[in-house]
T-cell receptor, first 114, second 112 residues
Framework: GAGVSQSPSNKVTEKGKDVELRCDPISGHTALYWYRQSLGQGLEFLIY????????KSGLPSDRFSAERTGGSVSTLTIQRTQQEDSAVYLC????????????FGQGTRLTVV | GENVEQHPSTLSVQEGDSAVIKCTYSDSASNYFPWYKQELGKRPQLIIDIRSNVGEKKDQRIAVTLNKTAKHFSLHITETQPEDSAVYFC???????????WGAGTKLIIKP
């Protein structure tokens, strides 16, 4: 695609439900990042993929959070048993995965847990 | 682990004045340093980047300087305008796997 695409753009869910957030990176980009951003705050790193493997998943806040990437392309971030503190914008970014290259961000998924 | 520190967290300058945001990094082998601008409600977008084989790079009103010995780099915006108001993020790439490590962001406010 022309850019990084995330879906849904908005998601409202009830506390305790599971949610899946999707990221379609730019075609050919091997590196993929997930971030969480609360209102007015910085980029909270969640996980980094190179291809299908995740060399750094140190940012996942709890075992309720998981992510996978298949075929070196689409990635899914899953949050189980959502809590109100999970409410935030979840941003995905991709890059070619080689030295000295720009990361491109998707428009984000705004998650609201009620 | 590797980290990037960014200062200040908030910067308020008069329109027309210059703004400087500074970042320090820990991985001495880092060699790529981008700066991103995030306007309210939008995604972060690259505004300028620098690689470790140069010390300074300019693009119109914005410039970035890099001091590899001291492990810090700075964003300079001259003749600030209202549309420069945004949050700015710096980042540095980890040499081992090219992962970008981000600063906490600087909210730049341009006062009319």
């Amino acid at each position: 695609g022309a850019g990084v695409s995330q879906s849904p753009s908005n998601k409202v869910t009830e506390k305790g439900k599971d949610v899946e957030l999707r990221c379609d990176p730019i075609s050919g980009h091997t590196a993929l990042y997930w971030y969480r951003q609360s209102l007015g705050q910085g980029l909270e790193f969640l996980i980094y993929f190179q291809g299908n493997s995740a060399p750094d998943k140190s940012g996942l806040p709890s075992d309720r959070f998981s992510a996978e990437r298949t075929g070196g392309s689409v990635s899914t971030l899953t949050i189980q048993r959502t809590q109100q503190e999970d409410s935030a914008v979840y941003l995905c970014a991709s890059s070619p995965g080689v030295q000295n290259t720009e990361a491109f961000f998707g428009q984000g998924t705004r998650l609201t847990v009620v | 682990g590797e980290n990037v520190e960014q200062h200040p967290s908030t910067l308020s300058v008069q329109e027309g004045d210059s703004a400087v945001i500074k970042c320090t990094y820990s991985d001495s082998a880092s060699n790529y340093f981008p700066w991103y601008k995030q306007e309210l409600g939008k995604r972060p977008q690259l505004i300028i980047d620098i690689r470790s084989n140069v010390g300074e790079k300019k693009d119109q009103r914005i410039a970035v300087t890099l001091n590899k010995t001291a492990k810090h780099f700075s964003l300079h915006i001259t003749e600030t305008q209202p549309e420069d108001s945004a949050v700015y993020f710096c980042a540095a790439s980890i040499s081992s796997n090219y992962q970008l490590i981000w600063g906490a962001g600087t909210k730049l406010i341009i006062k009319p």
